[in-house]
T-cell receptor
Framework: DGGITQSPKYLFRKEGQNVTLSCEQN?????MYWYRQDPGQGLRLIYY???????QKGDIAEGYSVSREKKESFPLTVTSAQKNPTAFYLC????????????FGQGTRLTVV | QKEVEQNSGPLSVPEGAIASLNCTYS??????FFWYRQYSGKSPELIMF????GDKEDGRFTAQLNKASQYVSLLIRDSQPSDSATYLC????????????FGIGTKLQVIP
């Protein structure tokens, strides 16, 4: 079945460490997105990518980095520069221009200990 | 002004009533509009999408779009306790670099 796979589901990180969240899709979608969700904040866009080797900052990109070396993969690195990284992270994808639907992964809950 | 605005709620309705969820957006050229339902601790799931002015019905759900007023709504008829969740409005923008922007979500409580 086609879909988006995020791993791991739960992740614990020590302060000062970088950590990478995985997002893989087999939908042959061009566009991929990373969102962060905090209580009462809704989904906020971190980074997005329309094509391989290209990506754009979203509304809250500081402290995060991404890469898009393959169409299927869009990993998100939470760096030590992110001051409040504990949150629920969601990856999504769309076909690209003209899309009418976004597909989501199951999310990764990151906790800094 | 936020790109997509929703009232965070909670919106409480009795079982069997009509729940009305509202959303406004700022980008007049936005193309497509989505309603997602999110249960606590789960990922959002798509309920409906709409891209033409007017109403679109699917079972107990009706999405309404008014592009002139930059307003989209979701009506849930015969509300059930299982409809209790947060409902997210999302907008696909009109720019060359497409992105989906979400509202904060409205928490709906259906009272048995």
């Amino acid at each position: 079945d086609g879909g988006i796979t995020q791993s791991p589901k739960y992740l614990f990180r020590k302060e000062g460490q970088n950590v990478t969240l995985s997002c893989e899709q087999n939908l042959n979608h061009d566009a991929m997105y990373w969102y962060r969700q905090d209580p009462g904040q809704g989904l906020r866009l971190i980074y997005y990518s329309q094509i391989v080797n290209d990506f754009q900052k979203g509304d809250i990109a500081e402290g995060y980095s991404v890469s898009r070396e393959k169409k299927e993969s869009f990993p998100l690195t939470v760096t030590s520069a992110q001051k409040n990284p504990t949150a629920f992270y969601l990856c999504a994808s769309t076909r690209g221009p003209g899309s009418t639907e976004a597909f989501f992964g199951q999310g990764t809950r990151l906790t800094v200990v | 002004q936020k790109e997509v605005e929703q009232n965070s709620g909670p919106l409480s309705v009795p079982e069997g009533a009509i729940a009305s969820l509202n959303c406004t957006y700022s980008d007049r050229g936005s193309q497509s509009f989505f309603w997602y339902r999110q249960y606590s601790g789960k990922s959002p799931e798509l309920i409906m999408f709409i891209y033409s002015n007017g109403d679109k019905e699917d079972g107990r759900f009706t999405a309404q779009l008014n592009k002139a007023s930059q307003y989209v709504s979701l009506l849930i008829r015969d509300s059930q306790p299982s409809d209790s969740a947060t409902y997210l409005c999302a907008v696909l923008n009109s720019g060359g670099y497409q992105k989906v922007t979400f509202g904060i979500g409205t928490k709906l409580q259906v009272i048995p």
